[in-house]
């Protein structure tokens, strides 16, 4: 088997065990999967399956006929359509409903990140929403799911996630990120009961998916396992260093290796699979730590890029920000990029700054190989109107969390300085503009 295969393996068999079957040709096993939650012997467990009908109908057709294999029923006969990009709040409140009328047994969500996460809004809301609040903004932020649920002693509806695009590893994590189309501003829920209770990742599937979204969920299996290992803090536990580490390593190498074949041949299936593990390791990474900067600003930069491709457009500009209190790291990520060509520079002999900037340079020219944008001024929509949007939605106190999450913590007070630096240097690809901060 091949070496780095079986490492990724170990890593997500060890994480989520019997909860989560990954793999080709394993869609099959819904149906088993889904059975387990229903009443009795006598009453077929019902489902209701969110997911898009058209351009996924080979895969739809697939995963009804092993629930229909099972004796699961389809809650309302039909199926419920799947959430726009991005997850906008409307397509919650619609999801809400078609579970607040059938009340099945269980939700199955088959889809990418956008329709998994709705599910997870739209689950607590048919819950909660009674209880406390039906609308969504009271949820963003940390936790507030949970007490909810220990205050009123109320359950969730049971949550399989299916999912179809190797991308944000939404059916591993305790994250649902709503959009507000309105204001072009994505929000985020974080809590750890909105975790599918099971999933499934069937990386045949991914074989069809446009090569913008290969190329956006290679970029944030990437972001999610750097950020998450960089923004460690220096007093964590060594276990916890040393599988953040583990998981960047396989991650960033499966990524770097692969994503240029998958690109020139999206058949290519041994690839394919290769990206589906790489972003399974960046859902587990999220789960091991939290994303900061990148992340942060790409929930501002939701109506211009896909997620993952806003986090990896903004990640070598952060890297240089953070470069003095992240050296082990850049070094570890780094070797990876300079084993495939991307790094020419002995990172051994850098430091500080300097090591940033060699870092930084090694995943624009990752980037570039794979012809993903570089700079903001590379997006097709941009203008200069969102660096101050950029900069005002990073001092909202419910995006809080990534300030902290930051390698050097910074404080809303600092954001028009140092943040505001990066943002610039990001527009144009000048890396002198960024203002360095040490630990």
Known sequence: MNELFDKAQKLLKGWRGDTYIFGRGVL??????????????????????????TYMKPVVDKALDSLKQAGVSLAGGAIVPDAG???????????????????????????????IDACKAANFLATLGGTVTPEVDHWFGTGIVSEALKNSGKKLFPLIAVQTSASSGAHLTKYSNITDPMA????????????????????????????????DGALDSIAHCFEVFSGLPANAPQEKY???AALTEAAV???VQYAPRVIKDPKDM?????????????????????????????????????HGTACGLMNPYYAVFFAPAIEKQLRIAGNIFKKYGYISENLETLSGRELGLAFARGMVAFGKAIGAPTTLKDLSKWNDSYVNKILEAAKDPQLDMKLKNMPVP???AKVDEYMGSIIR???????????????
């Open 253 to 255: 190498e499966l990524t």
């Open 425 to 439: 240097a990001a527009v144009s690809g000048d890396f002198s503009l960024i203002k360095s901060m040490a630990a």
């Open 184 to 215: 072009g501003q994505k929000k985020l829920v974080v809590d750890e009961a909105i975790i599918p209770q099971y999933c499934l990742f069937d990386y045949d599937v991914t074989a069809s998916m446009p090569i913008p979204v290969t190329i």
């Open 28 to 53: 099959a096993q819904l149906g088993p999967m889904a059975a387990k939650f229903g009443k009795n012997a006598v009453e077929p467990c019902s489902a209701l399956v969110v997911s898009n009908n």
């Open 85 to 115: 990009p991005n997850a906008p709040r409307a397509d919650v409140y619609r999801i809400e409903t078609h579970i607040l009328h059938h009340k099945p047994d269980v939700i199955i969500a088959i889809g990418g990140g956008s329709t």
């Open 242 to 244: 040393d599988l953040a």
């Open 410 to 412: 910074l404080t809303a």
């Open 270 to 306: 041994e690839a394919r699979e290769a990206i589906g593990m790489s972003t399974d390791l960046g859902g587990y990474a999220i789960m091991v730590g939290g994303t900061h900067g990148p992340h942060m600003t790409s929930f501002s930069l939701v109506d211009l890029a896909g």
